[in-house]
T-cell receptor, first 116, second 116 residues
Framework: GAVVSQHPSWVICKSGTSVKIECRSL??????MFWYRQFPKQSLMLMAT?????????EQGVEKDKFLINHASLTLSTLTVTSAHPEDSSFYIC????????????FGPGTRLTVT | KNQVEQSPQSLIILEGKNCTLQ??????????LRWYKQDTGRGPVSLTI?????NTKSNGRYTATLDADTKQSSLHITASQLSDSASYIC???????????????FGAGTRLAVHP
């Protein structure tokens, strides 16, 4: 149980375009989903926290207009990188929490974004 | 400042040998501590979780220890296998932030390479 999937697993896009990454909880309902970014040889950095049906809470230094997060259902959250630039190239990982007293976070397999 | 520091940054061992990874934290208040294994290009997978009152927790060939007084944890890997090659991340669940969730404080990880 507690499986989280991400799609796509990797994506290459041109500078200036937008890219959408999906995060799904497959066998549980996720009240809260988290988006992380990981640069090579560095640890995960929290970008934002999203609760179903409400606006995401962004960490300091993360541009909310550049990284659009939508958590429209209890099993799906999306991260859209708008007007992507090469410096946005990174490994994006989501995690999901069932809530209802559980503070467990189950991590997805990650999405490798390369902006050329 | 809430921080998690891991050592060594990287480690190379021969297959079949044992190794111990270290984690020191300054997170307060402390909720629990997890060790994750992250294969290259994949999301983190939980190995062990320890609360304040637990000193040792095993999961197969992985044994984690926790000293809440000195704020130190270790992960011991016994009879290493080639498939153990990965990054091992120490994560401490820290203070609660807005939204009612405790923030995860990530260490930078130890990159372990097991050679034949």
């Amino acid at each position: 149980g507690a499986v989280v999937s991400q799609h796509p697993s990797w994506v290459i896009c041109k500078s200036g375009t937008s890219v959408k990454i999906e995060c799904r909880s497959l066998d549980f309902q996720a009240t809260t989903m988290f988006w992380y970014r990981q640069f090579p040889k560095q640890s995960l950095m929290l970008m934002a926290t999203s609760n179903e049906g409400s606006k995401a809470t962004y960490e300091q230094g993360v541009e909310k207009d550049k990284f659009l997060i939508n958590h429209a259902s209890l099993t799906l959250s999306t991260l859209t990188v708008t007007s992507a630039h090469p410096e946005d190239s990174s490994f994006y990982i989501c995690s999901a929490s069932p809530g209802q007293g559980s503070h467990e976070q189950y991590f997805g397999p990650g999405t490798r974004l390369t902006v050329t | 400042k809430n921080q998690v520091e891991q050592s060594p940054q990287s480690l190379i061992i021969l297959e079949g040998k044992n190794c111990t990874l270290q984690c020191n934290y300054t997170v307060s208040p402390f909720s629990n501590l997890r060790w994750y294994k992250q294969d290259t290009g994949r999301g983190p997978v939980s190995l062990t979780i320890m609360t304040f009152s637990e000193n040792t927790k095993s999961n197969g060939r992985y044994t984690a220890t926790l000293d809440a007084d000195t704020k130190q944890s270790s992960l011991h890997i016994t009879a290493s296998q080639l498939s153990d090659s990965a990054s091992y991340i120490c994560v401490v669940r820290g203070p609660m932030f807005s939204g009612g969730y405790n923030k995860l404080i990530f260490g930078a990880g130890t990159r372990l390479a097991v050679h034949p």
